[in-house]
């Protein structure tokens, strides 16, 4: 609460294209942005930060634009960050289906940017927990987060955001019923989109029989239904993230996941810093010649990388 | 080719249930089974690697069972690797719908192995260059790796194997189209499962489609069609395989490749080593006083990184 000691302009709110500017910077690793970013942490952590997961198909980017709108009709400003998974050969991020959203563009209170990161040190989580920074410290009450695509990025969510949503859809195959154990445990609300589909009412009873088998928790994860492409039960859905929000502040358990959050992103960022460090003071050569031996199959892979670090540890 | 100076008995097969044990003792990271990969690895080479992604629902595991089928059919021996994603809060991996595999369970030259990461240095994309390495120098002619569930290890595979099936089905929705352009980049062969389904033919030329707009390769990715049910398609499949496995080891791009799996694989190792490394130097509480600070939002998680990575550097 020291923000008279802050500097006068710290937090000045970003021009929509500076915003933009810092989040391009932030994908980049760029030194300017974490500059800003430095300055502004200490004024972040008022925005609610929500999560939103689920397999290819289950609609998550319409139930995202219909929470968005819903938002605003309740006087919330609202920033969606897209992640998208980065080609490994190419570093291109895939737009997917953005038009959605293109409907609210028009809207101030709204900011919806696709996120990749190219080269930003700690990858794409810490592109995102930066961008969450910069949301918050901008004025944006919520700050969504979707995982796009094949959903690579599943997990890291939950390490980014305070809820998570995860959506199913029915009958997508049994497959997915493999997958429920798993993408369930980050889930705090449950919504079965598609809602007006055959199989909703099974889908649901399947998932919270999968809930139960779980461990009892001081929260009890909703399995809402909701059809996205009407709005049917986004406010329902609204109302029990804002419980779970309430739940997290005065149960104590929000500052225990955000400590958590914490020491995945510092320790996700320090092993790419190690590495970075570590490549920069190696003598020219030594790595590839150590690769070829490794593709060789003279050194096995782990040997390698040991003898690497004890290289680097060498005064 | 130096396998005479090699230790007589480097090399003795193991037992289905010495080989499962070392797969355990991968998963854990276990020392011995380090050794034994370390023995080992100078002999293996020999396997063909392929790795099977898609979407959940696409029929990836059914299609494995009908390729390890045909692969027996052409009196090749066959291991198949389930990557199974970790969840985060309690390690515990998924079974995955492998029940499909258990028809081929009495068959001594095939071996089906879930694997997961339970503290393996690297994670799992390690665990499972180890696991390729078992098996590998344990005799088997090919060593299939299917990512299960939701995908999140999908760009992995291409780290991991020589050749990348990328599987789709007929009618996965809309935001499936959008991710084939990422996704299909890591493609040397397109199976359209499921063929049977309305709308295979217009989900194979759109995937065609999205491939002739990526950059002229050596190599045609085929698309091809298959109902892994029944079996049809597989044999074809097969086929291109082979013919894929023979222009890697023609045209000098399977070097290229291995190579580039070798460096992803030694600094994936590396980049855990240090941060293993860094954080058993640390002075106690030292690490937790700096995370509480981040988590006060007094420093920003960069700077902690920083200042964790200068403290390890200084004498």
Known sequence: MSESQAPADAMLPLTKRELARLLTGIENGAPAA???????????????????????GSGKS????AMVQGLRARQHTVAVIAVDPSSPFTGGAILGDRFRMNALAGDAGVFVRSMASRGALGGVAAAVADAIIAFDTNG???VIVETVGAGQNEIDVAWVT???????????????QAIKAGILEIADVVVVNKADRDGA???ASTIAAALEIGRKRAWEVPVLKAVATTGSGVDELLDRLA??????????????????RVQHDVLNRLREMLLRRMLGQLPPDQLSQLLAAVARREVYPTDAAAELMNQSSKP
């Not at 319409?62 to 634009?65: I, P, Q």
């Open 34 to 56: 974490q500059r800003i970013l430095r300055e502004r942490y200490r004024h972040s952590g008022k925005a609610r930060t929500i999560g939103i997961t689920g397999a290819p």
């Open 62 to 65: 319409t139930l995202v634009a």
């Open 140 to 142: 944006f009450d919520v």
């Open 162 to 176: 305070e809820s998570v949503i995860v959506v199913e859809a029915p009958g997508m195959g049994d497959e997915v």
């Open 201 to 203: 009412a099974q889908t």
């Open 243 to 260: 419980e779970h929000h309430h739940y997290l502040q005065t149960s104590g358990k929000g500052q225990w996941r955000w400590e958590h």
